[in-house]
Structure formats: C-alpha cells, structure tokens
C-alpha cells in the first residue's frame, strides 16, 4: 500500500457495527468489567481509550513505527519522553530547538540533575566533543527552529549507536509526510500534533512514536503515570486533520517555496532561511532524508522597524504563535517561539529582532506574497 493511501486507510478502520467511516469519540472515562477475573481491553480512559488507540495505531503506521502515544500537547509527549531518563543522565540537544523543549530541558529536567548541553548540530563532531561518560540521550530537531538548521540524521544516529545513545527527533515541522525518521535508525519520534498533524488551528496535542518495545513500554509507564493523555474528541480531531495531511502538505509546500524564492529577490531581505532553496546549506542533506522540505520558513529583514511593521500591516497572515495550519502564520521568534530563550543566548543563535518565522497555509500564494509586498 502507498504512503499516500496508508494514510487513510492505516489504524482507524471502519467501524464494523454500524460502518461509520468516522471512528466514533469513545467520550468515556471508564468501561464496565463483565469478568472480574478477565478485565477487558478498556478500563479507564487514562490507560488506554478506543479513539485514542485509533489515533495511536494511525501514528505508528505514519511514521513506520510499532507503537505510539497521544498526548494532551507537543510539550506533554516531549516531557513524557525525557522522563525515561534518570538522575545523572546527560543530554545532547539541537541548539535552536524549540523555546518550550529548551526551557523544559534547561529549567525542569536540571532539578532532577539532568544536565543538557546544547550543540549546532549541522556539525557532527559538536556532538562527539560534547559527549560525556554519562550522555543517555541525543534531542534532535531538524529542521530546527527558528533557523531550518538540517542535521544528517543518519550520521547522528551513526554516532549514538557507538556511545550508546537514545535518539530523539522532534519531527513537528516536517511531519512524517516528509520525513520519517525511525527508518533513518532514530529511536523515537515526537511531534506537536497541534500543528500539521491536527493542521487546522482547533487543536492542542502531541505524539510520540517508536518501534523499540522496550522504550515503548518506558513511555507507556510514563503515559499512564503521569497522565498527560490525549482527550477522546481532541483524538477525533488529530485524526480528522491527519485524513488530509497529503494534500495540506503538497500544497502547503508548494506555496512556501514560492514565497521563499519571492522573499531572497526583495532588497529589504537580508537572508531566508528554507532547506527547499538549494542554496540553503543544508537543502543536499535533506534531500537525501526526506521526501520535501515542508512548509515552514524564516527569513530577516534589513531593519527591526520593518519586521515590525510587516507584522503590524499584514491583513491575511494571522500574526500568532504556532504553525502548520490552514491558516498562513507570521510569528515573532523572540517575542513567541523563543521568548523563554535568554536574550544572549538568542543572539548566539541568530535568533534576531528582525527574524520573521513564516507558516505557509493553504492561501493563494500570490495573495499571500502581496500581503507581505505592499507594506515595507
Ligand atoms: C517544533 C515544536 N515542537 C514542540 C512544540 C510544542 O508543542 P505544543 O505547543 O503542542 O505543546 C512546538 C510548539 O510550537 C513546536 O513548534
């Protein structure tokens, strides 16, 4: 079966009492026991509910996994994913990953005495220098965000193996559709199904796949002990948004690659950042990993007033947190995303007062590039 066809037809089959082609919202929180000597499959809704599982099943065969869980946020799976760790345990991660995964790695886990350094991972050997004897677990993010940073997945992994090492991707801004990292070798994917995977702004959620039953079943124990589980109607909306991700991420990458080549002509652009430009360092690398380059861009202006002009007169692009919906989104990397990254250390990473992160929807490009155009 095609990609294109397991999306639909991969986890969530038809109901086989009534034939709804919609899987119904099991909108309970516990199931009557008829055996007390047998329980059923369901108990209570924490531990495993039927919509959830149909979102669950449907995410493993997205990202060619065997097993995944659906959290109440991307920062819940992520969280829930870095609590298999231990006291003493450190970890590598991506530089310019997202604000909230730095905060919660840098201001949370250290209570716990888990220690993170983080390392521009387009270059290899920063992750063998910063190795430790105590390093469990390597935090991937590529693209990475705000920058669109790629790292060659396969040589991380490459170098995890021989340290022994978990590997981690957050596979948010290009969605299995593009990349599916556990058949590069990495251990677990996690995402933010708030964004591509939901794709239409209604939603809060977060996933996390792998095909390792051992890390499975540490999630799992995470999942239910902590309990920061998925709702059933949020899973029938994650599962809604995923029956159209095709065609959302076609079309949605299509238009960013427009805008990226419209913005590196205007003279008021200093740089754009879109690994799909093949100028972009990185664009060989993820064509070599992924199936596209996904719809998410940045780029910088010459002047701080004009970002914040751009931001102020725009009438189509929402000016907003978040990504990967419908919707186009112009957002403020250090006001938003970012924020909770201290001031020098965004400077570091380039994460500048004139950096406009953009997230293409579904829009007529030209509308949208005219938006943008009439105002600097
Ligand atoms: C790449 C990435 N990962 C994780 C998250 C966190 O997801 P959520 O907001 O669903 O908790 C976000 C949110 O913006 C994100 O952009």
Same mark, same amino acid.
């Given at each position: ?29 516990t ?32 990202e060619?996994g ?16 870095? /609590? *298999? !760790?231990?006291?003493? &345990?450190?970890v590598?991660?991506?530089?310019? %990953?997202?604000?909230?995964s730095? +905060?919660?790695? #840098?201001?949370?886990?250290s209570?716990f005495?888990?220690t ?35 790292t ?57 796949i ?17 309990? /920061? *589980? !998925?709702?059933?109607? &949020? ?6 948004? %995923?029956?159209?991700?095709?065609? +959302?991420?076609? #079309? ?21 950042y ?21 719809a ?19 009438r ?26 201290p ?13 406009i ?20």
């Open positions: 079966m095609k990609y294109a066809t397991r999306i639909l037809h991969s986890g969530c089959e038809v109901d086989p009492d009534v034939g709804a082609l919609s899987t119904p919202v099991y909108q309970a929180s199931f009557q026991q008829h055996d007390v000597d047998n329980l059923g499959k369901y108990q209570y809704s924490r531990s495993g509910n039927p919509t959830r599982e149909a979102l669950e099943n449907t995410l493993a065969a997205l060619n065997t097993h995944a869980y659906a959290f109440s946020s991307g920062m819940a799976a992520i969280s829930s994913t870095l /609590a *298999i !760790l231990k006291q003493g &345990d450190h590598i991660a991506t530089a310019d %990953i997202y604000g909230g730095y +905060r919660i790695l #840098s201001s949370f886990f209570k005495g888990i993170t350094t983080f390392v521009d991972m387009t270059r290899l050997e920063n992750i063998e220098q910063a190795l430790r004897p105590e390093t469990r677990l390597l935090f991937l993010e590529s693209p990475s965000n705000p920058l669109l940073r790629i060659d997945l396969t040589g991380a992994v490459e170098i995890a193996r021989r340290h022994n090492l978990i590997t981690v991707i957050d596979n948010t801004f290009m969605s299995p559709y593009f990349q599916r990292p556990l058949d590069l070798g990495i251990d677990i994917a996690v995402h933010s199904a708030t964004k591509f995977l939901g794709g239409h702004s209604d939603v809060i959620g977060g996933a996390v792998t095909k390792s039953d051992e890390l499975a079943s540490q999630i799992y124990f995470v999942q239910n002990g902590f309990g /920061a *589980i !998925l709702g059933p109607q &949020d899973c029938w909306l994650v599962l809604r948004g %995923i029956k159209t991700l095709k065609a +959302r991420m076609e #079309s949605q990458q299509q238009s960013a690659m427009i805008i990226a080549k419209w913005l590196k002509k205007q003279p008021w652009v200093v740089d754009v879109y690994p799909g430009l093949p100028d972009h360092p990185g664009h060989e690398i993820i064509r070599s990993q992924a199936t596209g380059f996904g998410v861009l940045s780029f910088r202006t010459d002047t701080v007033e004009r970002a914040k002009r751009i931001m102020k007169n725009v189509i692009w929402s000016v907003a947190v978040s990504l990967g919906g419908v919707e186009s989104i112009l957002s403020y990397p250090v006001m938003m995303s970012h924020a909770s990254i001031p020098e250390e965004r400077r570091k990473l380039g994460i500048t007062d004139e950096l992160r953009l997230s293409v929807g579904l829009e007529d490009a030209g509308d949208l590039i005219e938006d943008l155009e009439a105002k600097p």
